[in-house]
């Protein structure tokens, strides 16, 4: 089976930003979350990935084919939500649903009734009348009801309560289990990673910094806290990324590096821990 997404040498201008020589792949049946700082890039690439920016060179193939030689093809199979709403404002829920599911000859309109009564929906009601979260409900609703093979997601989970996202994080995680499909979720709220992710890719300035196995990396490094008069350049050489606290430094570093260290703590770090660290080295 061909990978769901392959992306290679990939270049892009925007403004005065710029995607660097980025390369990517995503295999079926995984999630993968995408993370990094604002203005690292995250949405810079998913709109390049789906041409809504030009891209200046490299190659994006979804399901083994580019956008050019299978667009219509690689529209039905892709899902999007974004972290704002797409359609008209105006428009009552259930017009829109009539509206695009023309467009997707697999589109699921018992499924849709079914997430709409989940997120408890009204589809009479006019998009500007939802909230935020309400509408990234129905963005989450749109996305999922035309069956896709490939989600990607832009910060969906931004703007709804603790209830409203573990519900949509369970589903992920269901559509995964049943079927061989795949998500690319960029997100600032990476515990929702720690809980589903497969994958983590980072991207800062434009550039992918890692992209490795989530438990990998997380059991590759350690949170480490080492009292100040025992940190000295040696030690502070050993970390990934550290900031001193009124005791001593706190960071993260390899849990081969921190195990040969006497008299400090460590704990199991998160996906935000390396991001943060992550960060942190990169401006040193």
Not at 28 to 40: E, L, Q, S, V, Y
Not at 155 to 182: H, W
Not at 197 to 215: E, L, N, P, V
Request: aromatic share 8%.
């Amino acid at each position: 089976m061909s990978n769901i997404l392959e992306v290679n040498g990939l270049c892009a201008d925007v403004g005065r930003f710029s995607l660097k020589n980025i390369d990517l792949v995503l295999e079926p049946g995984t999630i993968m979350g995408f993370i990094g700082k604002n203005g690292a890039g995250k949405t810079t690439f998913i709109k390049t990935i789906l041409d809504i920016i030009p891209k200046k060179s490299g190659t994006v193939k979804f399901f083994g084919k580019s956008v050019a030689e299978a667009e219509k093809e690689t529209k039905s199979r892709v899902g999007v939500v974004f972290d704002s709403l797409i359609y008209p404002q105006s428009y009552r829920a259930k017009t829109v649903k009539n509206t695009i599911a023309a467009f997707y000859k697999d589109f699921d309109d018992a499924k849709w009734r079914r997430l709409m009564q989940k997120f408890e929906l009204d589809e009479k009601m006019k998009l500007n009348e939802y909230s935020k979260g309400m509408q990234m409900k129905f963005q989450i609703v749109m996305a999922l009801a035309h069956n896709p093979d490939l989600l990607i997601l832009d910060e969906p989970t931004a703007g709804l309560d603790p209830v409203a996202r573990t519900q949509f994080l369970d589903m992920l995680y269901d559509i995964i289990s049943n079927d061989c499909k795949s998500v690319l979720f960029s997100t600032h709220i990476t515990s929702d990673l720690d809980k589903i992710a497969d994958y983590i890719t980072m991207i800062d300035g434009g550039q992918i910094i890692f992209s490795r196995a989530k438990d990998e990396m997380l059991d590759h490094y350690a949170l480490v806290h080492i009292e100040k008069e025992k940190a000295d350049e040696r030690v502070k050489s050993m970390f990934l990324g550290f900031h001193e606290t009124s005791s001593g430094l706190e960071g993260v570093m390899k849990k081969v590096l921190a195990q040969s260290l006497d008299c400090v703590k460590t704990a199991k770090p998160t996906v935000e821990d390396i991001m943060v660290y992550q960060s942190m080295a990169l401006k040193q």
